[in-house]
């Protein structure tokens, strides 16, 4: 089983940029469907978006499409989260998460058996 390690958080101003990152350990990562999921205090945690294990399919939460991007280079064993233009709104605990599905994506945070820590995203002036 792989383990999981974000990073790229940080305090951001409204309208601003930042690119998450995922690290994986193992020699298995290219099996694992990816997904990113935040939680901003008192609430749920939200589904951001999911990559297909090869990288060729993406799905983002609602709303988000256009302002963020998730990608994946397998032979780093790292996912990206690309943000822009971002909110107050966006404010929370970015984490990453992957389970070994092949050809499909998982949208589910009860789908994922290996989550991240998670990393601060702050926007605030």
């Known amino acids: 089983q792989i383990q999981l390690v974000e990073s790229g958080g940080g305090l951001v101003q409204p309208g601003g940029s930042l690119r998450l990152t995922c690290t994986a350990s193992?020699?298995?990562?290219?099996?694992?469907?990816m997904g990113w999921f935040r939680q901003a205090p008192g609430k749920e945690r939200e589904f951001v978006a999911a990559i297909s294990a090869s990288g060729h399919s993406t799905y983002y939460g609602d709303d988000l499409e256009g302002r963020f991007t998730i990608s994946r280079d397998n032979a780093k064993n790292t996912v990206y989260l690309e943000m822009k233009d971002l909110n107050r709104a966006d404010t929370a605990v970015y984490s990453c998460a992957g389970v070994i599905i092949q050809y499909s994506l998982a949208l589910h945070d009860y789908e994922y058996d290996t989550w991240g820590r998670g990393t601060q995203v702050t926007v605030s002036s």
């Open positions: 193992g020699r298995t990562f290219s099996s694992y469907a």
